[in-house]
């Protein structure tokens, strides 16, 4: 079977990193300029470059967010910035806007282009446009459905490739074009700085009712009425490849490396078992089950198989569900000892019952029962951000598996 891409967020080089071991085919992340994710991190010019070699030397392609909609004065320091990374092979470049596409291709002529969500990409006669234009993939809207899909796969060259995404937050504007946050604060979303007014509390107030506030639902503490449920098409991998859909792409350059692991491990092993053996392809509960164990949203199907109604929305809260801590992530394991360099990163005790996951593999879980500090030290609990401990394990753990605890 044609393997299809699983496409992972990198907000940073760490989560690069993460992603890469975690089961990642492709990365996607942003620069200091021109990426819509401004409170991602991002990374300078030399970390996308330590980053793309890291992910070359794994098999890893890297595709680079470069989707703002330009203004005149942004025209001029995206052709210096070019300059700058022109010489790194970055593999594709997620474009939205014509003048920054123009700008790519002048600078980088064999530069691979992909059209982002943002370009509101819904038929197969806009593919085609955008395919003689020189884009190479098209990043489906999220308001597609799974036929419009099968249809635009049907009527466009085989040599376009449809990207769609399979995970992560939705918006409530088309495809990501929302003017509330420019509005409401004077944060341009399509320039990387959207404040998420859709996850505000509103109330209605009448006008001549100055001070008296009223709930849109029957919640009188408020209401979500922008707030959409989280996209998750972990258990639709069979009808997402008949579709035609090439690349599966997780949402969430601004989610943790907890998050990361879990999220891009459960889609990894979902599209290994189909591709392996399609016909007798059999969804397994604990994928699910084991990626709700990082902080995650109420789930819906979005657009892919009926327009959404109020069942995906949530109008009485934004708040996360997170029923398990990350606590640590392995640096080094002794094999000999059995004894793991851990980084801390939320507070654990002797006697804490812990689970410890890695890229591959079921999780196990054990007693904390023997903890250190770096010069061997003995300690009863671990509140230090970052803190680096010695901790024995009761099975190998290599670098970057995480140990959780429940709540």
């Known amino acids: 079977m044609k393997k299809v891409e699983l496409l992972a967020p990198a907000g940073d080089l760490e989560k690069l990193k993460i992603a890469v071991e975690y089961g990642a085919d492709a990365v996607y992340f942003g620069g200091e300029m021109f990426s819509l994710r401004s409170g991602a991190g991002n990374m300078t010019v030399e970390e996308i470059r330590r980053g793309v070699e890291y992910a070359h030397s794994r098999g890893v392609r890297c595709h680079m967010a470069m989707n703002v909609y330009a203004h005149n004065e942004d025209i001029i320091p995206l052709k210096a910035y070019l300059k700058e990374i022109r010489d790194i092979p970055i593999d594709a470049f997620i474009v939205s806007d014509p003048s920054v596409m123009a700008a790519i291709q002048e600078a980088i002529p064999d530069a691979e282009l992909h059209l982002s969500t943002q370009a509101n990409m819904t038929n197969y006669v806009t593919a085609g446009f955008w395919h003689k234009m020189g884009v190479k993939r098209v990043v489906l809207a999220r308001e597609l459905?799974?036929?419009?899909?099968?249809?635009?796969?049907?009527?466009?060259?085989?040599?376009?490739?449809?990207?769609?995404?399979?995970?992560?937050?939705?918006?409530?504007?088309?495809?990501?074009?929302?003017?509330?946050?420019?509005?409401?604060?004077?944060?341009?979303?399509?320039?990387?700085?959207?404040?998420?007014?859709?996850?505000?509390?509103?109330?209605?107030?009448?006008?001549?009712?100055?001070?008296?506030?009223?709930?849109?639902?029957?919640?009188?503490?408020?209401?979500?009425?922008?707030?959409?449920?989280?996209?998750?098409?972990?258990?639709?991998?069979?009808?997402?490849?008949?579709?035609?859909?090439?690349?599966?792409?997780?949402?969430?350059?601004?989610?943790?490396?907890?998050?990361?692991?879990?999220?891009?491990?459960?889609?990894?092993?979902?599209?290994?078992?189909?591709?392996?053996?399609?016909?007798?392809?059999?969804?397994?509960?604990?994928?699910?089950?084991?990626?709700?164990?990082?902080?995650?949203?109420?789930?819906?199907?979005?657009?892919?198989?009926?327009?959404?109604?109020?069942?995906?929305?949530?109008?009485?809260?934004?708040?996360?569900?997170?029923?398990?801590?990350?606590?640590?992530?392995?640096?080094?394991?002794?094999?000999?000892?059995?004894?793991?360099?851990?980084?801390?990163?939320?507070?654990?005790?002797?006697?804490?019952?812990?689970?410890?996951?890695?890229?591959?593999?079921?999780?196990?879980?054990?007693?904390l029962e023997y903890m250190t500090d770096e010069e061997g030290n003995s300690l009863q609990s671990a509140p230090h951000p970052q803190q680096m401990l010695k901790i024995k394990l009761d099975k190998p753990a290599g670098p970057n598996y995480m140990l959780r605890k429940e709540k």
């Not at 998050?259 to 078992?273: E, M, S």
């Not at 164990?293 to 708040?319: C, I, M, V, W």
């Not at 801590?325 to 006697?351: C, H, P, W």
């Open 145 to 367: 459905m799974l036929d419009e899909i099968r249809e635009i796969r049907e009527k466009t060259p085989e040599s376009l490739e449809l990207e769609g995404f399979v995970h992560g937050a939705m918006c409530i504007s088309y495809s990501g074009r929302c003017l509330l946050s420019n509005f409401m604060t004077g944060r341009d979303a399509n320039r990387g700085e959207c404040a998420h007014p859709c996850r505000y509390k509103y109330r209605l107030e009448e006008e001549k009712r100055p001070g008296e506030y009223w709930p849109v639902d029957e919640d009188d503490r408020g209401t979500y009425i922008f707030n959409s449920k989280d996209l998750c098409l972990l258990e639709h991998i069979p009808q997402l490849m008949d579709a035609g859909i090439t690349s599966f792409k997780i949402e969430g350059r601004m989610k943790s490396i907890f998050y990361l692991a879990h999220v891009i491990k459960a889609y990894r092993r979902a599209i290994d078992t189909y591709c392996e053996d399609p016909d007798g392809y059999t969804f397994q509960r604990e994928w699910y089950d084991e990626m709700c164990k990082a902080s995650h949203r109420e789930f819906t199907t979005g657009f892919y198989f009926r327009k959404p109604t109020n069942e995906d929305q949530n109008y009485l809260t934004s708040a996360y569900t997170r029923d398990y801590s990350f606590t640590g992530i392995v640096r080094s394991y002794d094999e000999d000892t059995s004894i793991a360099l851990v980084e801390q990163r939320n507070k654990m005790e002797i006697g804490d019952t812990i689970e410890v996951f890695g890229p591959t593999g079921s999780f196990f879980t054990q007693k």
